[in-house]
């Protein structure tokens, strides 16, 4: 019976020291190590462990930076990163140069013009476009006394000639350019140079050839003056303005008719009042 019972001690024996040495394995197993200030378990692998480490490192990293930006903000620094020129940080900083602004070319520089200029030079470059025939911006030098007068001027041969001297380059091309032309006619418009004359003038001029005060011209005769004395007219002048003038039915030039044709109209032209 003594050795039946020693038999089975034995096995319970064994049993616990099996037990004795699993609890301390398992007392191993729950025991911690503090890290970097992070609990990892020591049953957590070598990989978990480092990404456990590496996360707790950016996690102080990130403390220290915003850390120090807080405080950077309270002593009132500013960022050391350059600004790009005409970044809108340099517009509100950095006020404008006058001496840049004057060297800019004229066409950057906005030029204001008045309504009166303005509606001058949309009649000057409606007269002109007539006779821009190839759109180019500029007319043949002889169209130019058709433009002039076309604008309400009355000027003579001569004021002609320095018109388009005035209107040409200074190499002569036989073109005039538009930009000369609306620089000089807008200043002739604007000072009132070559004003049509009244209807009381006219008519007190045809009076002059009309000797025997008939009221009217021969044409032939009154073509046979104006071709030969003064500022004489071409036979192409002559023809084109008997074309209104002399009536067909008896042949005669009705002065004081013609001479309300020939008198601006204001309205019209209102920069000849």
């Not at 759109?135 to 004021?159: K, M, Y």
């Not at 005060?213 to 004489?232: N, R």
């Amino acid at each position: 019976m003594a050795g039946t019972e020693t038999e089975k001690q034995i096995p319970q024996q064994q049993q616990q020291q099996q037990q004795h040495q699993l609890q301390q394995q398992q007392q191993q197993q729950q025991q911690h190590q503090v890290q970097d200030g992070v609990e990892v378990p020591n049953n957590v692998s070598n990989e978990k462990e480092g990404r456990i480490r590496s996360s707790s490192n950016s996690v102080d990293t990130s403390r220290k930076a915003s850390a120090r930006g807080k405080s950077g903000k309270r002593k009132g620094s500013t960022s050391r990163v350059p600004s790009k020129p005409g970044s809108a940080q340099n517009a509100e900083t950095t006020p404008p140069n006058p001496s840049m602004l004057a060297s800019q070319p004229p066409e950057i520089q906005q030029e204001t013009i008045d309504p009166q200029t303005a509606r001058l030079h949309l009649m000057i470059a409606s007269a002109f476009k007539v006779f821009d025939n190839d759109d180019a911006n500029t007319v043949d030098v002889n169209e130019i006394g058709t433009i002039v007068r076309s604008l309400g001027c009355c000027p003579s041969e001569a004021d002609l000639q320095e018109i388009i001297m005035e209107c040409e380059e200074e190499e002569s091309t036989g073109n005039i350019r538009y930009e000369r032309f609306e620089s000089v006619m807008t200043r002739l418009l604007q000072q009132g140079r070559f004003r049509s004359a009244s209807i009381d003038d006219l008519v007190e001029a045809f009076k002059v050839f009309d000797e025997e005060a008939k009221g009217y011209l021969d044409p032939d005769e009154f073509a046979k003056h104006i071709s030969e004395k003064g500022e004489m007219f071409t036979e192409d002048e002559i023809t084109e303005m008997f074309r209104t003038a002399v009536d067909v039915t008896d042949n005669r030039l009705y002065y004081e008719d013609h001479a309300m044709i020939l008198v601006v109209d204001k309205d019209v032209y209102p920069h000849q009042d």
